[in-house]
Every structure is written in C-alpha cells, then in structure tokens.
C-alpha cells in the first residue's frame, strides 16, 4: 500500500469515527434534555472541527512537499488549539446553559475515538512510509 492511499484510508476511517461518535452523544444529549442537550451539542460539535482539521491534515499529499511534512503536524496542532480556543470563547456567553460534564464526555469521546481510529489505521499501514522496500527485512548483506 503506498503512503498516499494509507493517508486517504486513515482519512476517512477518522472522518467516520467522529461523525459516528459525535452522533451517539448527540442522541444521548437530547434523550437526557435541557443542559445535557446543549453540553453534548458543544461537545460534539467540537469534537467534529477537531476530525475535520484532523482529515484535512491527513489529506494533504505530504509527500509532495517533503520539507513542509514536518510542518504538517505543528499546523495541524497549531488548527487544532485555534478551534478549542475559537469554542471557549464562543462558549463563555452560554456556560450557565449547558451541562459541563456532558460537554466534556462528548468532546472526549469524539477526541479518543477518533485519536485511537487514527493510530490503529496508520499503525496497521506503517510497513509502506517505513522506506524500506516490502519484503527486504534482513539487515544482514553477507
């Protein structure tokens, strides 16, 4: 499998966890009702603009920018406080109106599932971006 389809795989497979996950609390929140609702609403909500930067950034042909694939991560991180930082400043108006613990198991479901989904699928490719070629693992040339 080359590096660029192990990217686009684990893009989606991400895409799919935080759509999924923040779904699940969605229906959870608005079964409970009133500050459940809205906590789990923000929650989830901030959970898919973390796996959209998260799919952007797994998207992006690294590969055609050799120099720039380190910066790949530090932007991705960098995306990602800017949108937690955009969400809790946006939230202070309404934090009387939401549950925080709701918001909190919301926002760390989609953020664990989709980190863990991440890992598992890039690990489950990582023999192909290794450099060696496939099939070549001894180390001995005698």
Known sequence: MSQQSLFRRTAVRVAWAGGVIAAVALIAGALAGGGAWAGAAWGALTGVLLTVVTVIALLIPWDRFPM??????????AAKILVVIGVVLVLGAHRGALAPGWFFCAFAAVLLGVTVVEVVSLGSGS???SGRPAGNDSDDET
């Not at 720039?68 to 991180?77: D, I």
């Open 68 to 77: 720039l694939a380190s910066a790949g991560v530090m932007v991705s991180f």
């Open 127 to 129: 023999h192909a971006p």
